[in-house]
């Protein structure tokens, strides 16, 4: 049982800045690889970034060099400093974790929280 919990959206003004946060926790064997995807209106969702246990991490184009992502391995949670907001930017943001249960054979899986919305707009 991995419960996956976002945090941190709301309404930011274009050129303005977020910081998301989502905690994994539950009964977790071990984390793999972290991520953020979204969501815009009318759109299926795409990726925004992730990274490895490791720390190396990928950006999908249209966010590099504004957002940047990391996480806290002891506390099983990882970030999403968005900077430079743009209203195209506004979308529900998701969540997932690549993580094994303690109970499972398998090595992992992928949970997902419920989403944050950002809406960027003057």
């Known amino acids: 049982q991995v419960q996956v919990v976002e945090s941190g959206g709301g309404l930011v003004q274009p050129g303005g800045s977020l910081r998301l946060s989502c905690a994994a926790s539950?009964?977790?064997?071990?984390?793999?690889?972290m991520g953020w995807y979204r969501q815009a209106p009318g759109k299926q969702r795409g990726l925004v970034a992730t990274?490895?246990?490791?720390?190396?991490?990928n950006y999908a184009d249209s966010v590099k060099g504004r957002f940047t992502i990391s996480r806290d391995n002891a506390k099983n949670t990882v970030y999403l400093q968005m900077n430079s907001l743009k209203p195209e930017d506004t979308a529900v943001y998701y969540c997932?974790?690549?993580?094994?249960?303690?109970?499972?054979?398998?090595?992992?899986?992928?949970?997902w929280g419920k989403g944050t919305l950002v809406t960027v707009s003057s």
């Open positions: 990274i490895t246990k490791g720390g190396s991490a």
């Open positions: 997932n974790v690549d993580a094994r249960a303690t109970s499972v054979p398998y090595s992992g899986m992928n949970y």
């Open positions: 539950g009964s977790i064997s071990s984390i793999n690889a």
